[in-house]
């Protein structure tokens, strides 16, 4: 084949030196090898790629054309090579972290952001689900790390850091009302005659029942749908009150307070992943970045 990996680094030193003499001491070969390399390529393309009658080697507009797709794929290439050598020394091909809906994930994006970028052809998958969801594609090894709330119960297949807290809320409509919400409302309690709204799967299998209050509940997949059907009435929710400050700063949603305790239960937040699963490269430095961001 004319442009094979070897046949764009020979063509582009060329382009890039002027001369064969300049590209073979570029390449640590001898001028008669670039010459003859280059003339094989341009008989297998049938047209030539420079201008021999100069004293330079001047690209002919052929050779222009050609040159800016060459430096794409010799800057594939390079990429290529370095993530081979990744490979090799323990780094993932593919890192895949699922976060837990209404957690705070801005240091964990960051954190992805930047080993994006110390390794370019690391592929990562960034998937959202409720807290249980996310923990079950933990624990099904479908995801290498999980960012979720902090387990009511220690879980010894788990390892964690701690990377953040967040508190959560009960909120209920300001504008709208909400069906079984007592007028006097002022313990916690008084909320179990009412819909609540909880961001969970479609079964009743809730494993963290802390923020559970109501025996009457809505299950929806995330705080944004939660919190539209608060707004609308539909019933309250315990929602992590960074979700919420725009909505009770617009009089869309109230803060409830209660006389028989603070309304807001704060809970941790946890970059998790199994024991029987090491973290690989890439994975341990997202866990580095977030727990040095943390301290």
Do not use: C
């Amino acid at each position: 084949m004319a442009l094979s990996s070897d046949g764009i680094k020979l063509f582009l030193a060329v382009v890039d030196h002027g001369s064969f003499s300049g590209a073979a001491r570029a390449l640590r070969r001898v001028p008669s090898a670039v010459s003859m390399g280059i003339a094989n390529i341009e008989a297998e393309l049938g047209y030539p790629l420079f201008d021999r009658s100069r004293r330079e080697a001047v690209p002919t507009p052929r050779a222009l054309a050609l040159v800016p797709h060459a430096r794409s794929v010799a800057s594939r290439l390079r990429l290529l090579q370095v993530h081979a050598v990744e490979l090799s020394r323990d780094l993932e091909s593919t890192l895949t972290v699922a976060v837990a809906a209404g957690v705070p994930d801005r240091d964990l994006l960051d954190a992805l952001a930047r080993v994006g970028g110390r390794y370019p052809l690391l592929r990562v998958n960034l998937l959202r689900a409720p807290q249980d969801g996310v923990r079950e594609m933990l624990h099904r090894e479908r995801a290498d790390l999980a960012l979720l709330a902090a387990a009511p119960d220690v879980d010894r297949e788990e390892v964690f850091t701690n990377v953040t807290d967040e508190v959560f809320v009960a909120v209920v409509s300001a504008t709208a009302d909400t069906p079984g919400l007592p007028a006097d409302l002022r313990r916690l309690e008084d909320l179990g005659a009412s819909r609540q709204i909880v961001v969970a799967g479609p079964d009743d299998a809730v494993a963290d029942r802390r923020l559970l209050v109501s025996d009457a509940r809505w299950h929806v997949d995330s705080v944004e749908a939660a919190l539209g059907l608060v707004e609308r009435g539909a019933g309250w929710a315990n929602l992590p009150l960074g979700k919420v400050r725009e909505a009770v700063a617009t009089g869309r949603v109230r803060v409830l307070e209660f006389v028989n305790l603070k309304n807001g239960l704060a809970m941790p937040v946890h970059l998790v992943w199994l024991r029987r699963r090491p973290l690989r490269r890439a994975a341990g430095e997202v866990v580095a970045l977030m727990s040095r961001d943390h301290r």
